[in-house]
Each structure stands twice: as C-alpha cells, then as structure tokens.
C-alpha cells in the first residue's frame, strides 16, 4: 500500500516508514507563535527549560492580533516579546509587518516540512505542499525547548474538485461549499487533502484560502501536492525549491469526496456557524452594517486586486464601512504601488495598516449590538468581530466588494 503526502512528510520527519494511525514523537522544521498565544508558550517553556531555545532559526514569533498594541497589557506583551526573541535570538517580526500566517508563507515554509504554530490556522501553509497544524501553547512551550512534539499521524480525507468556476466564484466558495457539505466537524483529525484539475489551475492565493479553513471542519491540515504553480511563488518570494512529492496512486484515503464547481454560485455562511452556508442566493438583500476585506484567509493581493476591480468607479454605499486589511507589508507595498490602495480609498475604504483587524474582535473595527457583517475572514461565532449581538456573514472578496457598492448581500456576478 502507497502513502498519502501527510504519511511521507512524517515519514521524513521520523526517519522510517509511518503509517496513519501511528503515534510519532518527531522533530518539527519550524515553530511559530503570535502575540497572543506566545506569552503563555514562553511561560511553559521557562518551566521546563529556563533558557536557550531547541534552535531559534527554526522559531519564528509575530506579533499581529493586537498590533499595534491596544491595550496596556498588549503593549507589556509586546515589550516582553521583543526582550524574549533579543535574548533567545529566534526570528522575530514586530507590529505592522503582518499576519504571522502570511509572513510565514512568504518568507519561511517549504514544501514537505513539519511545522507547527499556536494558532489554529496554522493549516494555512499546506497549500505550499508541507504539514502544518496549531497546536496549544503549552506544546509550543514543549518545541522551543525540545524541538519535537508528540503527533498521532492523521488519515487522510481526499477531496476531488472538478468542472469549471464560473466568474467571481473562487477559492473561499469551493471550501465554503466543502465545509457545507462535510460540516463543522466531519473531518476532525484528519489530514484534508485537496486535488482535482481545479485545485490544479488555482493560484497559490487561492490554495492558501482554502487550507487555511481545513480546520473550520476539524481538520488537523490541509494539504495540496506541490506543483510547478507551487515553486513558481516559491521562487517569486525569493526561495529558489523543487521537490517530488505527492500521494502514491494506492494510497490509502479514509474517504474521498467528490466535488463538480460547474454552475456552482458563491457561497456565503450564515452566523453562527462556519458550515451554516449557503447560495449567495439565499441571502441576497440582507442589509450590511460593515465590510471586512482581510484577514489571514483573504487579505492577499490576488484578494485587493479582485476588490478594488469590482468598486473602481463606484462608491460604497452610505452607512456602510468597508474596511480593506493586506495581509502583509509586502502586500500592502505590492497593492501599493499598482494602484489598487488608492481604487479601494477612492471607493471610501478605510486601508488599514497589516495585521489581523477585526478577524477576532481583540482590536478595531468592532461591531455593535445588532449590526451585521460580512466578512471574508475564517469565523463567524458569536462575538468574534465584536458584540455577541452582532451577526457574521462570511464570503469571498468579490462578493464583500459586490455587497459594499449596494449595501446589502449581492451576488458578485451581477455586476
């Protein structure tokens, strides 16, 4: 019998064979931590340690979910943070340098690595073809000092996407659809691989949405084989890599899922799940209080570039907020440079500096009771961007941007 990716990138990782379902305590090739889950990471690892890090060229701390800091606590976070990574000398990005997800995949992960981050959405980074999975802080305290961690290695869900996007249906609505269809916990612990000729043609901005919300079903990743898309990026942001490395034809799947995007309409989940989705047919009219464009799911350029193309020209509509975060400074420079910030300003957006934003409700951007929004960030749980009165609606780029002209939910392919 063949092995998935998952099973051979722990396989690597461990120096033998591996076979899901078998419990491995293996090396990771890098560890990330962000402002919020890094202090506690920290604390763990002074207990079991004291000092000197397993290998600070493989640990990487951000600082994006409170930055800059909005708090009196952020700020001494913050403060021990910057002495912590002076010290230990791990690598280190300081407030509006972006979210730690996309920093990350820019400037760090390879495909058939074994990383790690204390932070759910750390799956983001298979789109790169490497396993990535969140783990708890006091783990993360266990990497820094040791370098390894404990993993079950997780069978492998398949999905198969084929057929033909329509126009403004993109990435965020195929794993929205797949989140429909599998639910919020119909893939826990598993390794969810994506593969079909549509997840082939994809753009790297496309797979990283779509690993990222892997977890919004249970996922332990997502994962997609690299490809020559995958190290034509790689060699973009400067990181010159080719490898072979896919599932074997008998490899062993727990369950395939089949997917035909042909006709398929975007689609849009309703508070206050993730796998409460729907056509955006459904929801048409739904007025809108504030718009997020953002996040580490879909604050990309590929994301502004979509945006700023459907609001040239026009003007968001009245009472609405429309916010707009890259997800990086590279992004934001990118963005900056080909016009696209001054389209979505001129559009009346508020352009933000990187970082997470509203996308956990812990700094601006905040909802009041009763209003909604509509999101193209990862979550819509009650008081996530806010008041627990508040309602979240989560969707594509193209259909936020199509809903701030008109103020209320519409369908992107309209205009």
């Keep these: 019998m063949g092995q998935t990716i998952s099973e051979k990138i722990f396989s690597r990782a461990c120096g033998r064979e591996v076979k899901a379902g078998e419990y491995v305590f293996a090396p990771v090739d890098l560890a990330m931590a962000n402002d919020i889950t890094a202090p506690l990471a920290i604390k763990a690892f002074r207990e079991i340690k004291g000092e000197g890090v397993f290998d600070p060229k493989k640990i990487v701390i951000s600082l994006d979910h409170q930055s800059p800091a909005d708090s009196v606590t952020a700020a001494e976070n913050h403060k021990m943070l910057r002495e912590f990574a002076k010290k230990e000398g791990v690598i280190f990005y300081d407030v509006c340098e972006g979210i730690a997800h996309q920093i990350m995949v820019e400037n760090h992960v390879l495909p058939g690595m074994l990383v790690v981050g204390a932070d759910s959405h750390t799956c983001t980074y298979g789109a790169l073809g490497c396993f990535a999975t969140g783990i708890g802080s006091t783990d993360m305290g266990c990497v820094f000092a040791s370098g390894k961690l404990w993993f079950k290695v997780p069978e492998t869900i398949r999905f198969e996407v084929e057929g033909r996007l329509s126009k403004h ?247």
Excluded: W
């Design 169 to 415: 249906v993109y990435g965020k609505d195929i794993i929205l659809k797949l989140i429909r269809i599998v639910s919020a916990k119909g893939a826990t612990y598993k390794a969810c691989e994506f593969g079909g000729k549509v997840i082939r043609k994809l753009n790297i901005s496309e797979r990283l949405t779509i690993c990222n919300m892997a977890v919004e079903m249970g996922g332990k990743t997502g994962i997609i084989e690299p490809d020559r898309i995958t190290f034509e990026y790689l060699k973009e942001m400067g990181r010159e890599f080719d490898i072979d490395l896919k599932s074997d034809e008998d490899a062993n799947y727990e369950k395939v899922f089949e997917l035909d995007v042909t006709g398929m309409s975007p689609q849009v989940a309703k508070p206050h799940r993730v796998d409460n989705v729907v056509d955006v047919e459904e929801v048409e009219g739904v007025k809108v209080d504030q718009i997020f464009i953002g996040s580490c799911t879909n604050g990309r350029y590929e994301d502004l570039k979509i945006a700023s193309e459907i609001l040239e020209g026009e003007k968001i509509a009245k009472d609405v907020r429309l916010i707009v975060i890259p997800a990086s400074k590279r992004v934001y420079i990118r963005a900056l440079k080909d016009g696209i910030i001054e389209k979505l300003v001129d559009a009346g957006a508020i352009v933000e500096f990187p970082c997470c934003g509203p996308c956990m409700g812990g700094s601006f951007g905040l909802i009041a009771s009763d209003e909604i929004s509509l999101s193209t960030s990862n979550r819509n749980f009650v008081g996530r961007q806010g008041s627990p009165k508040g309602m979240i609606y989560l969707c594509s780029p193209a259909t936020a941007s199509a809903s701030a002209i008109y103020g209320e939910i519409t369908d992107p392919r309209k205009i």
